[in-house]
């Protein structure tokens, strides 16, 4: 049974920092591409980063320069690194693992941007 289980989500102050894990298991980890997707109230689910088998990186203007994406192999976990938060960083925090044929989400995790 394939999981995605993400943590490190709470309530942060603007300018602060966070570090969202996703820790998988039941997939061959090192062949996945993994992501990190937001879904604010409203809004649609948008890609944040994402991290390929590789270790090529790429992410949303928005968070460039800001969040960081990166992963451990050994672990079977992905993370993203969120400096410098903003309000509209406020979201659901979802993990996606993916790879020809399959794909796996996470069930998500609050990132709350408040003063």
């Known amino acids: 049974q394939v999981q995605l289980v993400e943590s490190g989500g709470g309530l942060v102050q603007p300018g602060g920092s966070l570090r969202l894990s996703c820790a998988a298991s039941?997939?061959?980890?090192?062949?996945?591409?993994m992501g990190w997707y937001r879904q604010a109230p409203g809004k649609e689910r948008e890609l944040v980063a994402e991290?390929?088998?590789?270790?090529?990186?790429s992410s949303a203007d928005s968070v460039k320069g800001r969040f960081t994406i990166s992963r451990d192999n050994g672990k079977y976990t992905v993370y993203l690194l969120m400096n410098s938060l903003k309000l509209e960083d406020t979201a659901v925090y979802y993990c996606?693992?993916?790879?020809?044929?399959?794909?796996?989400w996470g069930q998500g995790t609050q990132v709350t941007v408040s003063s």
């Open positions: 039941g997939i061959i980890f090192s062949l996945y591409t």
């Open positions: 991290i390929a088998r590789d270790g090529s990186r």
């Open positions: 996606r693992a993916w790879a020809a044929g399959a794909e796996y």
